[in-house]
DNA sequence: CGTCACTTTGAAAGCTTTCAATAGGAGTGG
DNA sequence: CCACTCCTATTGAAAGCTTTCAAAGTGACG
């Protein structure tokens, strides 16, 4: 689980890494005094099925929430950066294994105490809601994304959810390799790079050196991501098609 | 959001339709004195986008959570039954389409008053996070299973997972539709059926009359959907395959 | 200035989807 | 109670999008 402590932030709900949250009080306080832990690019913050003792506040970098099949196969259900919090479970183990994309800074705190405060504070615990609401909706957006949509319309989407919480400007340098993006848009390295690719020849994007890249079309790359902007559609209600039963 | 409310169940975490939780403080009591309401087959509890008036309880049926992409490609989300809850969310819209699959009877409550008083009961607090956090977890569950597995896999997945909530026996009867099945697995309806024509040949079930399935050999479809209960390897410490960065 | 890992390309193979048409079943009306 | 209609499910065959398998580029580092 993670959720920003205190974010700020839009957010196509089309897409989103993490979960657009109102600031309210802060998650992130219960983290206040604990010491800063860093953890080097590839090392794991904690394992799927080990036993969740600590619930963790991203300060820094980029980390990758990840799930192995028995053959090897990874699937990468979201990545986490600086306000996340990682680690909330009801159950006593972790669900998925998280890794440091980048170099990351964390701060810990016991789960019992995480629980203990959180169920103290009903500011806290409002925030706790609105994190695991948004967490579930995040997931299930990707379920979307992952049963209904092209390679092309992934990748562009993933670009934009990139953007919308990068800095500014329509650079943007991805953190994470090929391998990890195509792991988390249910592909393969090759089709990702393709696709990087076809968009670049369109003009719809720039890809630079190492791994940066500038969008060029932005309201292009979100027609073909399906997040269309449409404001002429935006006060009708979404769709009622109806379906045979 | 969906979520028993006072579920028991096991279910294995891959592919569960809802989540599994012990049984706790009754969330059902909530509803208790509320009136059912009764919803036609192919009739909405509520559409996506829908001012979130309500928090349902659902009573007996079966309901499909579904998204539209702008084109009429359709994503089911997850089915909830009986026992689940559907409309619990923080922000003040509905987040997808909740169908009734079958004959569906429910129970609402303002949903201002279901935060009311679940704040002001610790008790139902847990019971509440537990619920969100395995719908979280479903959701992931889901994402894992659309981003790397292939058809068979999720098939008989989905399979083994109604299977795992239906009274007993070997018999399962489906109440949604190959369309359902298909837009939930992310396949096309032909798919689906292939693959379940594909597990009949070989003996693994046998597609009864209608919507009824007969498990023959519930053990080969497990390893098939990657859900072995591999007793040997059970002990070992899930995955720890050391990726690259 | 090599080495190594990551990314990009190519070409062929494969798994799913599409498009079409044939079964099957449930419900309706005569 | 049977004929008729409609909708869902199953099959076939061809097309397509991704993946696989291989190999060539690129860039970061020591």
Redesign the pocket.
């Known amino acids: 689980m993670y959720g920003r402590t205190a974010a700020s932030g839009s957010g196509d709900r089309a897409a989103s890494f993490s979960d657009a949250v109102e600031p309210a009080a802060a998650l992130g306080d219960l983290f206040r005094d604990r010491p800063l832990e860093t953890l080097a690019p590839g090392r794991a913050l904690f394992w799927e099925g080990d036993e969740a003792a600590h619930v963790f506040e991203v300060a820094e970098g980029a980390l990758r929430m990840c799930r192995l099949l028995p053959d090897d196969r990874r699937a990468i259900i979201g990545f986490a950066q600086a306000g996340d919090l990682l680690g909330v479970c009801v159950e006593s183990r972790y669900l998925f294994t998280a890794e440091a994309v980048t170099r990351v800074r964390t701060r810990r705190i016991a789960r019992s105490r995480f629980f203990t405060t959180i169920d103290a504070t009903p500011a806290l615990r409002r925030r706790l809601l609105a994190i695991l609401c948004g967490e579930t909706s995040t997931a299930r957006d990707q379920v979307v994304l992952l049963g209904r ?6 990748v562009a989407g993933f670009l934009l959810a990139v953007h919308r919480k990068s800095p500014a400007g329509a650079r943007i340098d ?1 953190p ?7 792991d988390y848009l ?12 076809s968009l ?1 020849r369109r003009g719809l994007i720039a ?1 630079g ?3 940066s890249i500038s969008l060029r079309e932005a309201a292009a790359l979100k027609r073909l991501a399906g997040q269309d902007d449409d404001e002429t559609a935006k006060g009708s209600p979404p769709r009622r098609a109806v379906w ?2």
């Open positions: 949509r092209t390679a092309e319309e992934r991805l994470m390799s090929r391998r990890d993006i195509a249910g592909l393969t390295v090759e089709t990702v790079s393709r696709m990087m690719t670049s890809v050196t190492g791994r045979p039963n």
